[in-house]
């Protein structure tokens, strides 16, 4: 058995290789940015009304047990459909997370939201990890997500986090929630009055794999996250958009044809992901 160290005085507490299992050398998101590209480059052949007739709603539950979570207090921080906002909403938005965040910034180009999202990119890593392009001076340099918050001197109000999929195959969940937290704590710094919103991490189809776990078993996995991040949101006062139950047949899997992967979205879809925040706008 492993210890996991945690330094009081650090932002991040490091996670060890114990906690991370195979996760890095095991992964099948780490592709590169072409490779992306061309899954959700391809319109795909399911209609709206079969995605329709797929997609769950209610499909985050307890892991300890099979009811919904039912607590008033955690069902209220679900961000609820709205009036579908305009572009001025995403002018002061700021979304990070990996490659699937990375798949939605390319579909949705024309957004004025800021995107640093990056391949492979965990949550422990957004001050470590030199993921993000960004010109400086004229000069093409790699940054981390906070040093680019940095460089771009903008102020965000609503900050979307999209993380969990490369964190699957840490050994403890509770390791990954706290890196979640440390994460927001870090953008609170910078962001006092911003309003944070937790992304539910979306399904994968049932033959495809993420980090350590096939099929069937991600997304038991994802489950038992996503319901560990609605309770961390509801305890700190956050918002949580449900992009599981939004794209979850009702088998709990991302249905066939929706990537070309198994995991990235193709571009409809993705679009079909920014419209539902649209939709479900903070207030």
Known sequence: LGILRIDKNAVFAPVSPMEKGRADTDVVLSVDEAEIMNYIGTESTVSDTTMEE?????????PN???PISDDDI???ILKETEKVGDEYFEDVLFVGDSRMLGLSMSCKDSKA???AAVALSINQ???KKAIKANINGEQVNLTVMEAIENDKKQYNKIYLMFGLNELGWSYPSVFIKSMKSAIDRLAEDYPDAKFCVMAI????EDASASIYKGTAANERIREYNSMLLKMASENGLSYLDTYGLFADENGCLPSGYAGDGVHLYSEYNKKLMDYISTHAME
């Open 54 to 62: 797929t997609t769950n709603s209610s499909a985050i539950k307890d």
């Open 65 to 67: 047990g099979d009811e």
């Open 75 to 77: 069902r209220n921080c």
């Open 114 to 116: 800021t995107f640093y």
């Open 126 to 128: 957004i001050d470590t």
């Open 202 to 205: 979306m399904p994968i189809a």
